[in-house]
């Protein structure tokens, strides 16, 4: 079982910076891929970031802006956010799956936190 807990987000304008923060509860959080989602009003949820122990992947849409890291002692996810758009503006989850390979899908993910708005306007 693993909890998530995500903190963060606010309003920005455009061009500003945000960093998310995910909290994990387990005590494997090491061994777990984690990836961050956003889903935006009558959009569908999709992908920003993910890493494993392999690597560190991103949607084309954040490449270059987001930076995804993840601290292991202190079991906490980070999403740093940069250059902020307002096609940016959507709630934020943390998600993490059950085994350490990544995927860009939701539906490989079976945890997931309960999300942070992030609003950024122009």
């Known amino acids: 079982q693993v909890q998530l807990e995500e903190s963060g987000g606010g309003s920005v304008q455009a061009g500003g910076s945000l960093r998310l923060s995910c909290a994990a509860s387990?005590?494997?959080?090491?061994?777990?891929?984690m990836g961050w989602f956003r889903q935006a009003p009558g959009k569908e949820r999709e992908f920003v970031a993910a890493?494993?122990?392999?690597?560190?992947y991103y949607a084309d849409s954040v490449k270059g802006r987001f930076t995804i890291s993840r601290d292991n002692a202190k079991n906490t996810l980070y999403l740093q956010m940069n250059s902020l758009k307002p096609e940016d503006t959507a709630v934020y989850y943390c998600a993490a799956r059950s085994s350490s390979i990544v995927t860009t899908t939701p539906r490989g993910y079976y945890y997931w936190g309960q999300g942070t708005q992030v609003t950024v306007s122009s």
């Open positions: 890493i494993s122990w392999i690597g560190t």
């Open positions: 387990a005590r494997t959080f090491s061994s777990h891929a």
